[in-house]
């Protein structure tokens, strides 16, 4: 592999259950930082949150989350039911 392989490898990040009635898990190889978002863009989750993420209390939608290791970013959606 490519250290270009690898680095992509690293900042890979899983998010599950897809969709989630209650809780999203986050699974990385780094550490990262978590904003989220609705999708008309209002911050509904502070950088630096804990996961996992419960999201009982969201409203049904789709949500944008921000998966950041500090130099790249990773926009990931996700789908409350």
């Known amino acids: 592999l490519s ?6 490898d690293r900042r890979q990040v899983i998010l599950y259950p897809h969709p989630t009635p209650d809780t999203i898990h ?10 989220a978002y609705t999708r008309l863009g209002q911050l509904i989750l502070q950088p630096n949150h804990t ?7 969201f409203s049904v939608g789709l949500y ?3 998966v950041s290791d ?12």
């Open 70 to 81: 500090g130099v790249r970013s990773s926009p990931k959606r996700f789908v409350k039911y």
């Open 51 to 57: 996961h996992p993420i419960h999201v009982c209390d």
């Open 3 to 8: 250290s270009i392989d690898r680095d992509n």
């Open 26 to 35: 986050i699974q990385a190889l780094t550490s990262f930082v978590l904003t």
């Open 64 to 66: 944008l989350l921000d």
